[in-house]
């Protein structure tokens, strides 16, 4: 039976760990919940950076028609979109984004040396656990928390345990210590998604910041898309997935 591992953060992640297994990064606020939305409503692509020097640098080098998006713990950067889905909607389709923020995209670079490399979100939970129990059971999964600033988001976990549930609805899989908390603490909450987002850390300091509470509540939709953003190593940005590349 394969086995689900978690990294509670994006500092957790060890190259060697991951060689040989498939990752799955999320960061629900709002890194992976942007990529499937984006993908989702027309976007061609989605290039995850390190940082708005290298988002600068990727979108120099492109000959495709793309959108530059990002943020800097937290704040907006100039030239770029709000990395946020009401923002960057009217700018998806048929183009690219090259994406920088402070964590997501950081937790997926640090992720390539896995086998296969996917983002996820509440947003396509059921989607990519289906995916995932077909193309994947006989692999190990290392689901990975981006965290935020070598810190650990409830937001994430709360994601993981998503998935883990719906991956134990159709598949028979081994869990970690970690998976089996994340699992817990998703099975045992009493309130709605957006409350739970809403109220962690992270979601509590960008309402504070004048943030409207629909952001939130956009990504706290649990299912909501059937896509599944896939890493392509040969063009080196997030696409749809398909059986036959993923």
Known sequence: MSRIHVLFKKEDIDPA????????????????STITAALAEGAKGVFPVLDHVQAKEKAKSLHLPHILAGEDEGRILEGFHPPLHSYLKPFLEDNYVVLSTTNGTVALQRSLQADALYAA????????????????????????????????????????GALVS?????GSWDLS????????????????????????????????????????????????????????PGRGYLREADDESS
């Open 17 to 32: 760990f991951i060689r040989g297994k498939v990752a799955v990064v999320f960061d629900v606020l709002f890194a992976t």
């Open 121 to 160: 979100s509440l947003l396509n939970a059921k989607r990519m656990a289906e995916h995932l129990n077909v193309r994947h059971q006989n692999d190990s999964l290392v689901l990975v928390c981006s965290g935020s600033s070598g810190r650990f988001t409830l937001e994430d976990f709360y994601g993981v």
């Open 166 to 170: 719906e991956l134990l609805n159709n």
């Open 177 to 232: 210590d970690g998976a089996r908390a994340a699992l817990g603490f998703y099975k045992g909450n009493d309130r709605s998604n957006a409350d739970v987002l809403a109220e962690c850390k992270i979601g509590a300091l960008l309402l504070s910041l004048g943030m409207k509470r629909k952001e939130i509540e956009f990504v706290a939709q649990e299912s909501l898309f059937r896509t599944i953003p896939f890493y392509d």
